[in-house]
């Protein structure tokens, strides 16, 4: 430590000494120079999974919605808390591993960079960023998001749900940070679900799924 000190001091004493400006002092100096608690505690937040049988063929659709209260409950103050600058929703979609399977460890669920070749994806309302993940769309105090997935290969699947942002908008100070959760405020997503198939996909595991929605396209 004491080093990085000399070699800090330095470098700003040469850049006064040849006239240079263009070094700011502020790159020197912690990102965090002080802390403040976590200020909110969020509970569950509810997303809608759904298909319209539970026999599904290729072509069939997954419907996937949220309409969550921008007013998000604070567990530590027992009021509301206004959410206005950003909800971000993951939905993982991924193969599931089956009961003959010898270990599941040792399949590769993923199908990220292929997603296209299993499922088209239609967003009706929200805004995309990356294969699983969205922002949605703040209307008259509500957060909506609404997709639908359309298969195109047979196989087990399960959706894993993930709130990853739930924003409030607030600052605070300069070179000040808030320990704990800052992005969501220890928020979580739920799903309710409409013909869930994850108990036949992972009969024994089922406790350990129960927030996972399975489906089977035959």
Same mark, same amino acid.
């Given at each position: 430590?004491?080093?990085?000190?000399?070699?800090?001091?330095?470098?700003?004493?040469?850049?006064?000494?040849?006239?240079?400006?263009?070094?700011?002092?502020?790159?020197?100096?912690?990102?965090?120079?002080?802390?403040?608690?976590?200020?909110?505690?969020?509970?569950?937040?509810?997303?809608?999974?759904?298909?319209?049988?539970?026999?599904?063929?290729?072509?069939?659709?997954?419907?996937?919605?949220?309409?969550?209260?921008?007013?998000?409950?604070?567990?530590?103050?027992?009021?509301?808390?206004?959410?206005?600058?950003?909800?971000?929703?993951?939905?993982?979609?991924?193969?599931?591993?089956?009961?003959?399977?010898?270990?599941?460890?040792?399949?590769?669920?993923?199908?990220?960079?292929?997603?296209?070749?299993?499922?088209?994806?239609?967003?009706?309302?929200?805004?995309?960023?990356?294969?699983?993940?969205?922002?949605?769309?703040?209307?008259?105090?509500?957060?909506?998001?609404? #997709?639908?997935?359309? !298969?195109?290969?047979?196989?087990?699947? $399960? %959706? &894993? +749900?993930? *709130?990853? /942002?739930?924003?409030?908008?607030?600052?605070?100070?300069?070179?000040?940070?808030?320990?704990?959760?800052?992005?969501?405020?220890?928020?979580? #997503?739920?799903?309710? !679900?409409?013909?869930?198939?994850?108990? $036949? %996909? &992972? +009969?024994? *595991?089922? /406790?350990?799924?129960?927030?996972?929605?399975?489906?089977?396209?035959?």
């Amino acid at each position: 430590m004491r080093f990085i000190n000399i070699i800090t001091f330095l470098i700003l004493f040469s850049a006064m000494l040849s006239g240079c400006n263009f070094i700011n002092p502020d790159l020197f100096r912690p990102k965090c120079e002080s802390h403040v608690p976590q200020k909110y505690k969020f509970g569950y937040q509810e997303a809608e999974i759904r298909t319209t049988s539970k026999t599904m063929k290729i072509g069939d659709t997954i419907f996937i919605r949220t309409h969550i209260n921008q007013d998000f409950m604070d567990s530590l103050s027992g009021k509301p808390v206004a959410v206005r600058e950003r909800v971000s929703l993951l939905f993982r979609l991924t193969t599931a591993f089956t009961a003959v399977s010898s270990s599941p460890f040792a399949l590769d669920t993923t199908i990220y960079r292929v997603f296209d070749q299993y499922f088209d994806t239609v967003l009706r309302t929200g805004k995309r960023i990356d294969v699983y993940r969205f922002d949605a769309v703040n209307t008259n105090g509500y957060w909506d998001l609404d #997709l639908i997935f359309i !298969a195109k290969k047979k196989g087990s699947y $399960e %959706i &894993y +749900p993930w *709130l990853e /942002r739930a924003l409030t908008g607030e600052k605070l100070p300069d070179r000040v940070c808030m320990l704990g959760d800052a992005e969501k405020f220890q928020g979580m #997503l739920r799903i309710k !679900a409409t013909n869930n198939r994850i108990g $036949e %996909i &992972y +009969p024994v *595991l089922t /406790r350990d799924y129960e927030n996972h929605f399975g489906f089977i396209v035959e």
